[in-house]
């Protein structure tokens, strides 16, 4: 039997020749060898100059002047990296320290573990029957943990990268890793978290006299910078499970806000179906707030509609978007939950009313200044027409790994937003996806507690209850 194979046979060897046999005399191998080896020690005294160099300086001291003098200098340099650090240790810490801990990371921690944690994790390439290793380019660390910058195999994609993260993590004796894409195709910036900086409660920020819409100030970033939103042009959708923390979110933006609200640039609509439990204590801050009866929250959702539809009349042909003023402020429509109003009504007229109110004010509200911030409890379908109407979404603790791919977007498990991992005893902890980067941030918002509610209503209110 002929087994005929359709398709084109690649040749093993694409020019088969016999080379003749050539006697290297033993002098000419064990110069290549010394060259090789001198060649290597050059090259890897240049890598390392911040060791060699110092190594180097201090040993000619120690031969032209003495023991002595050599302390004398160590002691000097001791002395001048100390007064640097209590003068201004910001510089200190950017321009002196990380960069050291960065180098010794990169040689202690990463370097003598690269291969194995590589191998261990499926990131090493094969290819003519060579195993090729990724390349290690840079180590950046701070007082968080370390960045380090990787060069990417032919083959590989920043998505597999985030799927070894969390082994890459564990292999170099951390609890959490996130692969980030950079501006070059080639590379991935893998955040390996030291410290966390997310562990305490994060206090309240302090409310600036007239908020900045595009940079509000809700929480701290893994990295230890501000987390800050962007609500001009945007609705902001909070899901979490209970407990997770969504009060805080809310409050954490009510609180930014909070400068407008006194001053009138700013309108809070606020819908509490639960009954008014959780924004209650904030009422005087609220141009309107409606609770428990159904009936009712429609209808100030309808007011809404109609505000929002003259605001769009006089705009039309004059401004793309909208700029608030006292006479015309922002209006910020808060919901507590957002499946009580559009799922869970067992009237169907009313919870009609509010479907068809709430599409509209999230389908056309964003660019004459009606904002939409909903929290909601269970981001599964009965939601789904309105939860694609919010640019923003912040996911917070879930009960389902799937359910952050419902929040923030296909994918963004894989990319790194653990929700269901959040333990419970972080509260306030999630993921948002930030303009630009394609990996969700984790961060965690500031917390109120009913004392600084009180205070902010009582500082900041005006009063208008419905
Ligand atoms: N950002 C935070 N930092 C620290 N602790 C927090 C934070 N947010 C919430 N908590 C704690 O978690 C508890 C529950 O928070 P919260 O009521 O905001 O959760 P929730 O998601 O709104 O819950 P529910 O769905 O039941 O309304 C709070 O009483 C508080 O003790």
Not at 79 to 107: D, E, K
Not at 198 to 222: I, K, M, N
Not at 242 to 265: D, E, M, P, Y
Not at 402 to 415: C, I, K, S, T, Y
Request: aromatic content about 8%.
């Amino acid at each position: 039997m002929i087994n005929v194979i359709p398709g084109e046979k690649i040749p093993t060897a694409p020019l088969n020749t016999r080379l003749p046999v050539w006697r290297i005399p033993g002098w000419l191998l064990a110069f290549v060898w010394l060259g090789r080896g001198t060649f290597r020690s050059v090259v890897l005294t240049a890598r390392y100059w911040w060791i060699t160099g110092p190594a180097a300086a201090s040993w000619w001291i120690a031969d032209q002047h003495g023991w002595p003098v050599l302390a004398g200098v160590v002691a000097g340099l001791v002395a001048g990296a100390l007064s640097w650090w209590r003068l201004h240790p910001a510089s200190w810490l950017r321009c002196g320290w990380y960069p050291l801990v960065g180098r010794c990371r990169r040689l202690w921690i990463y370097r003598r573990g690269w291969t194995s944690a590589m191998t261990a994790c499926g990131l090493v390439g094969v290819h003519g029957g060579e195993r090729w290793v990724p390349r290690l380019l840079g180590v950046r660390s701070n007082r968080w943990g370390d960045l380090v910058t990787v060069r990417l195999l032919p083959g590989q994609h920043p998505d597999d990268w985030a799927k070894a993260a969390p082994r890459l993590a564990y292999s170099f004796n951390l609890r959490e890793a996130r692969a980030h894409t950079t501006g070059r195709p080639d590379r991935v910036v893998l955040h390996f978290v030291r410290r966390d900086p997310l562990v305490g409660t994060v206090q309240p920020f302090p409310v600036p006299a007239s908020p900045d819409l595009s940079h509000l100030q809700l929480g701290v970033r893994e990295d230890g910078t501000a987390y800050r939103l962007r609500l001009t042009g945007s609705h902001v959708l909070i899901a979490g499970a209970t407990n997770s923390g969504k009060g805080s979110v809310l409050w954490s933006l009510l609180r930014s806000l909070a400068g407008g609200i006194a001053s009138g640039l700013v309108e809070v609509w606020a819908f509490d179906p639960k009954g008014g439990m959780e924004l209650a204590a904030g009422a005087p801050l609220f141009a309107r707030f409606a609770y428990d009866d159904p009936d009712s929250m429609a209808g100030v959702l309808e007011e809404a509609v109609k505000r929002m539809r003259l605001r769009a009349a006089r705009l039309r042909g004059v401004a793309r978007q909208h700029t608030p003023t006292v006479d015309d402020p922002l209006i910020v429509v808060v919901v507590d939950e957002l499946a009580a109003l559009t799922a869970y009504l067992t009237d169907r007229k009313v919870r009609d009313r509010i479907r068809e109110s709430l599409g509209l004010l999230l389908s056309q509200g964003r660019a004459v200044g009606v904002h939409v911030i909903a929290a909601l409890q269970d981001p599964r379908k009965d939601v789904l027409p309105f939860r694609d109407l919010f640019p923003t979404r912040i996911a917070l603790r879930m009960t389902e790994p799937e359910q952050a791919d419902m929040v923030l977007g296909d994918g963004a498990r894989d990319r790194g937003a653990m929700c269901d991992l959040i333990p419970e005893t972080s509260p306030g902890v999630g993921y948002v996806v930030l303009d630009g980067v394609r990996e969700p941030v984790r961060v965690r918002f500031s917390y109120l507690d009913d004392g600084d509610v009180s205070d902010l209503a009582a500082t900041y209110g005006r009063g208008a209850a419905l």
